[in-house]
Structures are given as structure tokens and as C-alpha cells.
């Protein structure tokens, strides 16, 4: 497919004149305008507003064009570095953001190692983060092309296109001869005199902290752990329990211990969902895009993920 036309429809409207544009594009203005006029004959559309010694305006169809045209031009200009970079024998890279308690779930164990087996020619490194607020900046700075995270069901945080594909929901985690263990559902006001631990900064305890807030009820948070595997190691003794939000319970003592109960809680205020993201304005590589629509599908609602981040 030939995108010099596309793109010099693109230099145009950019620019507001086709002289601008055949300068930046080193072509001749001749040139220039018979590639827009043949864009034009091929969809079916005038792009340009053309009025006599004014700039060039697209017209509606026209800017319809600009943005998808920008986003494909910069599209094949990523797939076209992968493929030189593929040409030379180095391996198209995706960094893959996720929270911490995921790391240690099957669910994203399995995710990775799927893909390693489908796509062997793209490495993949994660970068680790304990709350929201971390995978947002990741993503903002480029440090982590895509991300799989918790976030507030139908929320459009700023920035950032959101693929959800599951709801998340709160658990209750305790070691198995906590007083609660033989019970299915707990509220607030069953737990509220428990000693709770979490991971610091993480999104659960925030989450939780808010939804004792909106209760009236004063949460007791005596650890705020930074690794998972203390969290994990209080839990199981009894010093503490926690909260996680997963989709099914059954992940959540692969990410704890086996040992422990998991009982669904209600708590007010939002409710969150698991979704792949990345940020709007850093269209995903082809290899980046591969690895998002490859959690996708699996991690649908049949899977059983459980994160608290």
C-alpha cells in the first residue's frame, strides 16, 4: 500500500498550503496536489476547503481523515521499525506494567507464558507498581508501553485508552482459623474491629480506607507492608488480615497462600474492573498491541484474576 498520498494529505492540512507541504516533504507542489487529488478519488471525498488566496481547510470528511490518517501513518512507521529491527536480528521489546500482587498470580504467570509460546520473537519485561497512580505515570512517561491494572468501573482516567474485560470485586483474607472463616459473605460491620494489613500506597487500602470513610467506620490498618510475600506471611499467622480485589475467589490463596479463606465482602462506594491500558497520545507498537489483545482475550470474564493494586 502506497501512503504517500495519505501523507501528503496529512503535510497539507497540517500546514494550511500545499507549498508548506511540498517543502517539509522535499517533493514538488505539483506533486503534492496530485497525490491529495488521487487520496480524493480513491475515498470518495473532498478533504480541503479550497477558496482562492486562503489556507487550506479540511472539510468535516476531511478532518475525519486527519485523525485516523495520523494514527495510521504513525502506526506503519512503528511496524516499519519493528521490521528493520527484525531485519538486524534484534527482537521487537514490550514492557508490560502490572501490579505487585499480580506478579505472584497463576493468572498472570500463565498470561506471560502463553504469549512467550505464541509470539517467541518479542521479549517481555515488567515493570512492578503498587497503586494507580504509579501505572499512570509509567505509562505517561513511556516507561511501560502497556499495562494490565485495576481501575474504577466506568472511570475514563485522563490519558489513558482502557480496555476493561473484567469486573473486580472485594475479598475478605484471613488465616484459616480466623473467627469469620466458616462464613460465605461478610459486611463492614463484621470486620470493622480487625487488625487489617496491606501494601503501602496499594489501591486496596485506599479503596478500603474510603469505603470505612463512606461507613462511618474506623478501619485499624496496622501494617502497611511493601512486599507482598510479608503481607502474605502476616495473613497466614494471624496478625492480620487483609482485603484483595479479584474476579473469582478462588486465585486469591495463589497470591497469599494457599492456607488462607477468602470471603466476599460488601463495601460501599465504586466498584473496580481489571483492563488492559496504555496511554492516548503513544499509539501501541505492533508487538505492544499484539500483547494487549492477547490479555484480552485471555483474561475474559471466564478467567479468575485477583489483584490489589
Known sequence: MDL???????????????????????????????????????????????????????????RRVLVLGRDLLADAERGWNELRSVAR?????????????????????????????????????????????STQRALADGEVEVAVNGVEAGAAPPGLEVRPFAPLRPRFVAAPQHRLARRRRVTLDDIGGEAFGFLDGSEALRSFEAACEIAGIGAQIVQRCDQALTLAHLVSTGDVVTVVYGAERRDVPNLLGDELVTIDLDLPGPTFELAVMWARDRQLKPAARAFADHAVEVLAPGAAPAIQD
Do not use: K, M
Open 4 to 62: 504517500t498520498p495519505l501523507r501528503c494529505f496529512v503535510a497539507v492540512a497540517s500546514r494550511g498550503s500545499v507549498h508548506a507541504a511540498a517543502r517539509d516533504l522535499h517533493l514538488s507542489q505539483a506533486s503534492v496536489s496530485r497525490h491529495v487529488q488521487r487520496l480524493e478519488r480513491e475515498l470518495g471525498a473532498e478533504l480541503f476547503v479550497r477558496r482562492d488566496g486562503r489556507a487550506l481547510e479540511p472539510t468535516d470528511a476531511g
Open 89 to 133: 536480528g534484534e527482537a521487537p521489546h514490550v514492557t508490560i506494567g502490572v501490579g505487585t500482587l499480580a506478579t505472584l498470580a497463576d493468572w498472570f504467570d500463565a498470561l506471560v507464558r502463553d504469549f512467550r509460546a505464541a509470539r517467541p520473537e518479542i521479549r517481555l519485561t515488567t515493570v512492578e507498581s503498587h497503586d494507580f497512580a
